[in-house]
């Protein structure tokens, strides 16, 4: 066992490369290659701008709750080192599928709840990951650091594993009506998260 | 409430991806799709060395502004959290909006313009982040490292914020008529910043 | 001699961005090229999704026995700080081979084979460059930290060295009969890691 | 004036992302349209991973000698960020200088000359940046850190500045007269600091 310290940081470079990656998905228009304007080309870039912000906000949220578990956090043994590369895993894989969900929004067919449903299902496989990290370390109260009362973070396990699963469960549902409303799903969980932590810092 | 050294070590990561993503906007020209030489293929790629330089500049001065502010600060609360993931949001967009200007510089007529709007709406955008974060933390003594006047903390926030806003409000304007004066005018804002901040220091 | 910290901060830094390039060769299938739905042809790309899941586990794993023989470490001279970044230089390639193998992996003739070979012969040099590592500071007891046993670490020498030179040996057998067989190994040799560490950490 | 460990913290990291960058210079060949083997186009791309091997030593190189100035260091002004970032600047293009010098390695004519230069002149730019962080802290014995005698640090600016430079000079001259000597000049040079290096260590 070993301080989380150096975990931490490959974590965070982890997350800081996956959240600065999402910029190779703002694609330049190649100049002559252009119907119309420019502006109306990157107009009509509009769901990459979506998918963007909304990945962004995502992989910051991921990154805040990341570091509020892993405050909690006092040693880590190789099976927390082991889930926690798993969650990594389905984290770096978030700037493939919002290009594909940019790529595929608009296009109305079953390829757009294709993208959809394939970028839900790494964010549930991401919150799954993530409920199987903390519930490993809640019940492993020989990992907690000094002062943190494991009878609480014990009793947290299913509210923190609940809520990001069963959310994540109903974009999947809405992926199978609407790639834009998925998206706006995703979009919309994510504010929820920053005012729900917003609240909570009050 | 914590520390704010991981934030600062997570803002550090993406500002050095972001800064060094830069580098994939310079193209190395296709070897068998050459008309001339390398040497006049390079010269004419100059408007991406021109971008280039100044973007890198520009996200240097935004890291040096950032860890200036951060010195400051004692306790990151989750608003702190949220307004520094939207200002990372809009630096991580700079090597897209370089890529975007150094393709339409010379083009002349109003794709160019609209690459140059595009860059210093993105530019406006992280001034005001900025300005926002320095605001909020200004406002909240709490927040404030040990050490630090909050009367002067506070009585700085309008230069901090109205300097930059204005600068890259100018920048706008100036878009609307010249693409190439625009980004002349980012690279003088950028060493009037290397300057000031020299200047400062003696 | 220097502290080992800004060596492992650097080595982490390549490491996680080594890892996080392997999502770009997870390819968004391009909207009007498309043979049938995008679902089959994001089936169709199962060899990259196989691959990234193989290379990530891989480099995870590498960190995790970085992190442990860093642990070891007190100080590090000029040579340490070579052999590491030797042994760097084959993980930065493995994003590289990832993307050749997972390209090739089906093509079932020669071609196959010799993505394989490559994508193994890299796995054995970055083992190399790790026994090398090893066996350096091992050899070196006053590059040890405090509390560290200089017997103990000398005596696991050849178990540390051997073991993971002889199992990509064999890979490369492997990698002249069949590809995907390759893969399987390879995949199946992080899974031993990750099982062996967690057991030792039982 | 602040601590370095920051600029430190920021420096490693485009360091190794700059050195990381360094495999997407390693082009996997794409499968439909090989003339041949897989193996003799692999083959054919030596060019590149002599240059990926060569620019890999150098920026790691860099790293050991930016972590040796910086252990001088005791306090970082903001003329030291400054020619800090310049810099950084260099070593970030580096990934591009490399692709060209491997794209035109081969050429023959002029335009593998041009791509010769264009790489060693980079190198060279570094190389001033280098000797100017070097040469500004040196007269500034107020930056230097505790312990660290300013007297010997000064005496050896000329030769911390003076061979980098003039062996980067010389392979400016090599690059008129042959693009693959101009490479091997650049990896013997970077083999020479490896050697000159651990000698120093022994």
Redesign the interface.
């Known amino acids: 066992?070993?301080e989380p310290t150096?975990t931490?940081?490959?974590s965070?470079?982890?997350?800081?490369?996956?959240?600065?990656?999402?910029?190779?998905d703002?694609r330049?228009p190649?100049?002559n290659t252009?119907h119309g304007?420019?502006?109306s080309a990157?107009a009509h870039e509009w769901p990459a701008y979506a998918a963007?912000?909304t990945s962004?906000?995502v992989i910051?949220i991921i990154?805040?709750n990341h570091?509020a578990v892993f405050?909690l956090i006092g040693q880590v043994?190789?099976?927390t080192?082991?889930l926690n590369?798993l969650l990594?895993?389905t984290v770096?894989?978030i700037?493939?599928t919002t290009?594909?969900l940019s790529?595929?929004l608009l296009?109305g067919g079953?390829?757009a709840r294709?993208?959809a449903l394939?970028y839900s299902a790494v964010m549930l496989a991401m919150s799954f990951c993530f409920a199987g990290l903390y519930t490993y370390v809640a019940r492993h109260p020989v990992l907690l650091a000094e002062g943190v009362d494991p009878v609480a973070v014990r009793a947290s396990i299913v509210r923190f594993s609940a809520v990001g699963t069963l959310l994540y469960i109903a974009t999947l549902v809405i992926a199978l009506f609407s790639a834009p409303l998925c998206l706006v799903a995703h979009f919309v969980i994510a504010l929820y998260y920053?005012f729900q932590?917003?609240r909570?810092?009050g």
């Open positions: 066992m070993s150096r931490e940081a490959f965070d470079g982890v997350l800081a490369i996956a959240v600065t990656l999402l910029v190779l703002l330049v190649v100049k252009l304007t420019l502006a990157l963007y912000v962004f906000l910051g990154w805040v570091h405050k043994d190789r099976i080192l082991f590369l990594l895993m770096v894989a700037p493939f290009s594909l790529e595929y296009d079953p390829d294709t993208a394939v920053c932590q917003i909570r810092a």
